[in-house]
């Protein structure tokens, strides 16, 4: 039977960085405005979050709360993935609601490397990876993709250009694995056949496809002892396979997200980062249609928006982190069931066609000096 997977075309992800992103003081006035011009009504607006657990996400969540002038809901679970089944009470909390959706990564300005997160809390200000969880998936992925690259070998014999390839990565009917798009590296003959060269003890020695061999160039054959694969597995030679749980929104929803992306994750040169844009866009397209559904948002104004935090680490006297987020698509309901989406470009032009400025925002430290003020309230028990 033919290999249906090996022959599909898998998507690739991501989205541009450059000329898109803002920072975090500067998007949240611009979010707050453009509901503004969209007829939400000040005061009546329940905002809401989708974000990681982690502690980087709360300025973003401190930023929410000074301009929209209450705490956001929380609407999101480890990883930024959106917790649907919290719209019913999300729509129940406000009468115009808007829902930020947003997968993060640090990034690290003194080696300008991304995934990395310095926690000035721990005893020595050790740096982690960051988004924790994007890198706790990731590694499984990451040492299947290794394995490949050291056991597929290229070297020639008898003048003959030939492909090393381990036994286990040949076998086809593995549930979990890195699994080859064996034609794009090897030669068939003429009736369509793969036949070995020769048998080795744990591999198998064959010809070299054509479109491989002008792929990776001669001189990768060439070499007096076998040279590894390493770089030239290219996304395009292999796929993933793994039993992961099919429990909507549970702890494995963003291993469900990005297993079919993985192959240009770990060959991205900013995993994490790449990670996290895919993660951000499958969560988009996810959530859109459950808000388009739900009933209980039905009649109202609701603005949902997917993006991208980049977290940089606090550095000397900053408290939090200078977050970058950059938009990646939005959904507008009206009242009456009117809707649209806004992609990238289009969203990016909206959000800074706005003010900056936003006479409505709050002062926390003034809000807090209230509530320290206020009458005592006996609680009858
Ligand atoms: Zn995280």
Redesign the pocket.
């Known amino acids: 039977m033919p290999d249906l997977a090996a022959n599909m075309v898998e998507p690739t992800g991501g989205f541009p960085l450059n000329n898109k992103m803002m920072r975090y003081n500067l998007f949240v006035p611009r979010l707050y405005n453009w509901c503004k011009s969209l007829g939400f009504e000040r005061g009546k607006i329940m905002p809401s979050r989708a974000f ?3 502690e980087s996400q709360g300025f973003p969540i401190i930023m929410l709360a000074k301009h929209f002038g209450t705490f956001p809901f929380s609407h999101g679970i ?2 930024g993935i959106v917790a649907t089944d919290r719209h019913v009470p999300h729509a129940a909390h406000g009468q115009d609601l808007v829902l930020v959706q947003a997968s ?1 990564v640090g990034y690290d300005p003194e080696t300008a490397t991304f995934g990395k997160y310095r926690r000035a809390q721990t005893t020595h200000g050790e740096y982690s990876s ?5 890198q706790q998936v990731f590694a499984w992925y990451k040492r299947e993709y290794d394995f490949a690259q050291h056991n597929i070998l290229l070297h020639h014999i008898d003048g003959q250009k030939v492909v090393i390839v381990d036994n286990q990565l040949l076998r086809e009917d593995r549930d979990e694995g890195l699994l080859l798009r064996l034609d794009k590296i090897l030669a068939v003959d003429p009736a369509g056949q793969r036949i070995p060269l020769k048998m080795l003890s744990t591999a198998r020695v064959f010809a070299p496809a054509a479109s491989f061999v002008e792929q990776t160039g001669e001189a990768v054959f060439n070499g007096v002892t076998p040279m590894t694969i390493g770089a030239n597995l290219t996304e395009d030679m292999f796929y993933f396979q793994r039993n992961i749980p099919k429990v909507e929104e549970g702890v494995d929803q963003l291993e469900q997200n990005l297993i079919r992306f993985m192959p240009q994750i770990v060959t991205s040169a900013a995993p994490t980062l790449t990670a996290a844009q895919i993660n951000t866009q499958v969560e988009f397209d996810r959530t859109f249609r459950t808000i388009v559904k739900e009933r209980t948002y039905k009649g109202k104004k609701v603005l949902f928006i997917a993006g991208l935090h980049i977290d940089i680490s606090p550095q000397a006297g900053q408290l939090f982190p200078l977050t970058k987020y950059i938009p990646w698509a939005a959904y507008v309901q009206d009242r009456d069931g009117f809707y649209y989406t806004l992609e990238q470009d289009e969203l990016v032009q909206t959000l800074t066609q706005q003010s900056a400025d936003n006479p409505d925002q709050i002062d926390l430290e003034i809000a807090i000096e209230m509530m320290a003020q206020a009458d005592e309230v006996r609680i009858q028990a």
């Not at 960051?130 to 994007?134: H, I, K, P």
């Open positions: 990681c657990a982690d480890v990883g993060h960051n988004c924790g969880r994007v």
